[in-house]
């Protein structure tokens, strides 16, 4: 079963960085925003975290199981997106699609 796109934590979170987003758009400096952005947020919530809260650590993990957290970090980092656009609702933001249909303990 899929998981929410964003928690609200998660929602806050991006929502308190629109400012940033935009002194950095304003100043041609997105890259540094793009990198600072995903290395914060992947250190707060590790995608492995989200989709196996019960399971190996990443270092016992299954291929299947690597490749499901590497296509949910490519999912979620769809939130440029958002943020292009200014539309960083919370409620926008709550779009499932990250979710694996591997189990914690191997394959789906």
């Given at each position: 079963?899929p998981v ?24 041609n400096?997105?890259v ?16 492995h975290e ?17 490749q ?22 919370a409620?926008?933001?709550?779009v ?6 591997v189990?914690a303990g191997?394959s789906?």
């Amino acid at each position: 079963m899929p998981v929410q796109y964003f928690s609200a934590e998660q929602c806050y979170w991006l929502d308190n960085q629109i400012d940033m987003y935009k002194y950095c758009d304003e100043h041609n400096d997105l890259v540094d925003f793009w990198t600072s952005l995903f290395e914060i947020f992947f250190t707060c919530w590790p995608e492995h975290e989200v989709l196996f809260p019960d399971g190996p650590p990443p270092q016992d993990f299954t291929e299947e199981q690597r490749q499901a957290v590497d296509k949910g970090v490519v999912t979620r980092k769809h939130v440029e997106e958002a943020f292009v656009n200014l539309d960083i609702a919370a409620d926008e933001l709550d779009v499932e699609g990250v979710g694996s249909d591997v189990e914690a303990g191997g394959s789906g």
